[in-house]
């Protein structure tokens, strides 16, 4: 039952970060790009969204 739980927290993060990265202004592949590689990488991709990259994404999708 946690990890089912754990499974979902990560889905709809996974999705909000999704969606605020296809809302920056910038080029449509790069945006699709960076999608792809936070829902593979998933809890991953999550934590490096977050932490790391979340700032500095509106300068990478330019």
């Known amino acids: 039952m946690i990890a ?4 979902i927290i ?3 993060l ?3 970060a999704a969606l ?3 809302r920056l202004e910038g080029d ?3 945006k699709i790009i960076f999608i792809v590689l936070v829902l593979i990488c998933s809890w991953l991709g ?3 969204y977050y932490l790391f990259a979340r ?3 509106a ?3 330019k």
Do not use: N, Q
Not at 4 to 7: N, R, S
């Open 14 to 16: 996974s999705v909000k």
């Open 28 to 30: 449509l592949l790069k």
């Open 46 to 48: 999550l934590v490096v």
């Open 10 to 12: 990560g889905l709809v």
């Open 20 to 22: 605020e990265i296809y």
């Open 59 to 61: 300068e990478w999708v």
């Open 55 to 57: 700032d500095k994404m």
């Open 4 to 7: 089912f739980i754990c499974w």
